[in-house]
């Protein structure tokens, strides 16, 4: 018997067909010949029936696809503030026009207006850097695994790094910290045990090549019961006393700039306080509760930054006009604390009064319910909307175990499952991204921006009458 799918057009002969040729009209040829072979190839995997609907409709079809950007904008309905898939801290408006301006128009990132000659792009933050958190200098790169490569082979490159074994941490994406040990050219020495770890395990540990002492805040985690660790401080000072030959790092992960703790969040060190401890080097996120854009930010002792900036890795991890602007103007809200705290949508988002996120999601279910949907009118499937009490998550690595109290848009379908509620919305314009708890959808309006919440009622009304 002759295979069908030899029986399949060729990608030829389909650009040839009047309908599918039209297409080249409001597109590149390209991308309608990427459209139709991927036309043909769904046929073929098929099995080699000829599309229900015909070629001109499946290569349309494919054409959308194809055409579509991959990165895409979507509503957080999750109530995880810093959801690293979702790509963590929205930015401030400041921080967003101050991208707009530099991606518009040449910049004076690598150039001096005072002098009229080459400037060096480290300069740009680092003066509301040190005023900001106390620290005698301060270098930005584009990432915080990158700020951590780049102090260990600045300072400890061919030598020890020593590390408790309590915080040989995996960070996301299964990068770990023994890893980025290697790839920057330091040994890793390990000391003390999972649980408890001692200054005299570090004494012990010390050796004519010990080049660092590094400290990891465990941001993602915590470890209780009996337990013991040592301070920064205490890791400083026994950096000084072997003479400055092995320099005291701390990787403070989130970097947390606003004590928060009036709001219940508690056990993230504060970035002044680690600067404050003596340390070296510190180093930490600018996308999560910073709540700007990604990027790695160093701060502490003259040399210790010198030394990173003068690296050849620091050209390789560098950031780029864009992240500079929106992390000055970031940086800038600090200067008023609470400013900060109502502009800084992760500041906000976080310390928001549970009243407000409750009027929110009343405002979604009635939204829903005057499209139509929630009841049980005749000819129409049966669902019901409820406002019930829940928690929303910090996300990022940041407050693991904190429970931040909320309001959740319940979702029940009689004829639908939750998962097939959920890939709807999924599939909405623009997509609203939610959670399945307890066998139901539930949206936390945390996350949802309040000009978004239209948007999410009639996302949901669809999601549950389509």
């Known amino acids: 018997m002759t295979d069908p799918r030899r029986r399949l057009p060729s990608v030829d002969s389909l650009l040839a067909d009047p309908e599918i040729a039209g297409l080249a009209s409001g597109h590149p040829r390209g991308v ?128 020890e790094a020593i590390v408790s074994r309590g915080e040989l941490v995996e960070i996301g994406g299964a990068f770990r910290v023994p890893d980025i040990l290697a790839r920057s050219g330091a040994r890793l020495v390990e000391v003390g045990t999972t649980n408890r770890t001692h200054v005299d395990d570090y004494v012990k540990a010390m050796t004519p090549k010990t080049r660092a002492l590094l400290k990891v805040h465990r941001s993602n985690f915590r470890v209780t019961g009996f337990t013991a660790e040592v301070d920064a401080s205490e890791l400083a000072q026994l950096g000084r006393a072997g003479g400055g030959a092995a320099a005291s790092l701390y990787d403070l992960g989130s970097g947390l700039l606003l004590d928060l703790s009036r709001w219940g969040l508690t056990g993230e060190p504060l970035v002044r306080d680690a600067v404050a401890s003596g340390v070296d080097l510190v180093v930490f996120s600018g996308d999560k509760l910073l709540g700007g854009p990604q990027a790695g930010i160093m701060l502490g ?139 139901h959808v539930v949206l936390d309006p945390r996350t949802i921006l309040p000009d978004q919440v239209a948007t999410v009622a009639q996302a949901v009304a669809g999601a549950l009458d389509g």
């Open 301 to 439: 002792a003259k040399p210790a930054i010198e030394a990173c900036r003068a690296d050849p890795l620091a050209r390789a991890v560098r950031a780029d006009k864009y992240t500079l602007a929106a992390l000055e103007a970031t940086l800038g809200l600090y200067r008023d604390p609470e400013r900060a705290r109502i502009e800084i949508p992760t500041l906000r988002m976080l310390t928001e009064d549970v009243g407000a996120i409750k009027d929110r999601g009343e405002k979604i279910s009635e939204g829903v319910r005057r499209q139509g949907v929630g009841g049980n009118d005749v000819g129409r499937k049966a669902y019901t909307i409820d406002l019930v009490e829940g928690f929303s998550e910090v996300g990022g690595g940041s407050f693991p175990e904190a429970k931040l109290p909320t309001w959740l848009v319940q979702l029940k379908a009689d004829t639908l499952t939750a998962d097939s509620v959920i890939q709807r919305l999924r599939a909405s314009d623009p997509p609203v991204i939610a959670r399945i708890e307890n066998n």
């Open 32 to 159: 309608v010949v990427r459209a139709v072979r991927a036309a043909v190839d769904e046929a073929r995997a098929g099995g080699g029936s000829a599309p229900d609907r015909g070629w001109a409709a499946a290569v349309t079809a494919q054409l959308a696809l194809v055409a579509t950007p991959s990165l895409v904008p979507v509503i957080n309905a999750t109530g995880v503030v810093l959801h690293t898939n979702l790509g963590r801290a929205l930015l401030p408006r400041a921080a967003a026009d101050a991208m707009l301006r530099v991606a518009q128009s040449y910049a004076s990132v690598e150039y001096d207006l005072g002098r009229g000659a080459r400037g060096s792009r480290h300069a740009i933050c680092r003066d509301v850097l040190v005023e900001l958190t106390g620290a005698a200098d301060a270098l930005v790169v584009n990432n915080a695994a990158a700020a951590l490569v780049l102090a260990l082979s600045a300072l400890a490159r061919d030598g």
